[in-house]
């Protein structure tokens, strides 16, 4: 089944202790991003990687770190977390094409204490 | 730059009553416009794309490109459709920006 899976789906920590959150599609797209969702903000993207060590800033990177080692896997990684990254974080990919559907992940819900 | 505005943070309806969802965007190229939507526990899923001019589950989305609008439309709402529906923006370099969303309510 094609799709995007998030790890884990919740997640609980404390203030300054680094994290993973990884996030997988078995589509062979080219485009990842992360996105984190606000009450009455929307999604708004952290980072985007366009393809294997392609990676830049999205409109609220500060924070957060991505790599893209691999076209398949695109972690995204808070070095020392704080309680305003509290969110709902979601993954998503599409090919690089027109008109593309970008697919998503179930979400990871993040709690920093 | 980019953006996309949803004038709506909530919206309830009655069954079988109409629905429509704003959608304003701005960008000044050629833009391609999305619906996505978000049931209850749900991950996001595509609802619409302005390029198909296709009706899915009863809505309609129609490209204003005068009034840089992309308001979602259904002439009979059913409770399946309480949802959060984001308007979605790419652009030239594929970046996908969301509005605010806008919560569906309907009541029976």
């Known amino acids: 089944e094609a799709q995007v899976t998030q790890n884990p789906r919740y997640l609980i920590t404390v203030t300054g202790k680094k994290l993973t959150v990884t996030c997988s599609q078995n589509?062979?797209?080219?485009?990842m991003s992360w996105y984190r969702q606000d009450p009455g903000l929307g999604l708004r993207q952290i980072y985007y990687?366009?393809?294997?060590?392609?990676?830049d800033k999205g409109d609220v990177p500060e924070g957060y770190k991505v790599s893209r080692k691999e076209k398949r896997n695109f972690p995204l990684i808070l070095e020392s977390p704080s309680p305003n990254q509290t969110s709902l974080y979601f993954c998503?990919?599409?090919?690089?094409?027109?008109?593309?559907?970008?697919?998503f992940g179930q979400g990871t819900r993040l709690t920093v204490v | 730059a980019q953006r996309v505005t949803q004038p709506e943070k909530l919206l309830s309806v009655f069954k079988g009553a109409p629905v429509e969802l704003k959608c304003n965007y701005s960008?000044?190229?050629?833009?391609?416009l999305f619906w996505y939507v978000q049931y209850s526990r749900q991950r996001l899923q595509l609802l619409l794309r302005?390029?198909s001019r296709e009706s899915i589950k009863g809505f309609t989305a129609d490209l204003n490109k005068g009034e840089t609008s992309f308001h979602l439309k259904k002439p009979f709402a059913q409770e399946e459709d309480s949802a959060m529906y984001y308007c979605?923006?790419?652009?030239?370099?594929?970046?996908?920006?969301f509005g605010a969303g806008t919560t569906v309510t309907v009541r029976a």
């Open positions: 998503a990919s599409s090919l690089l094409r027109e008109n593309t559907e970008a697919f």
């Open positions: 589509m062979n797209h080219e485009y």
């Open positions: 990687s366009m393809n294997v060590e392609v990676t």
């Open positions: 960008y000044s190229g050629s833009p391609e």
């Open positions: 302005h390029i």
């Open positions: 979605a923006l790419r652009g030239d370099d594929y970046k996908l920006s």
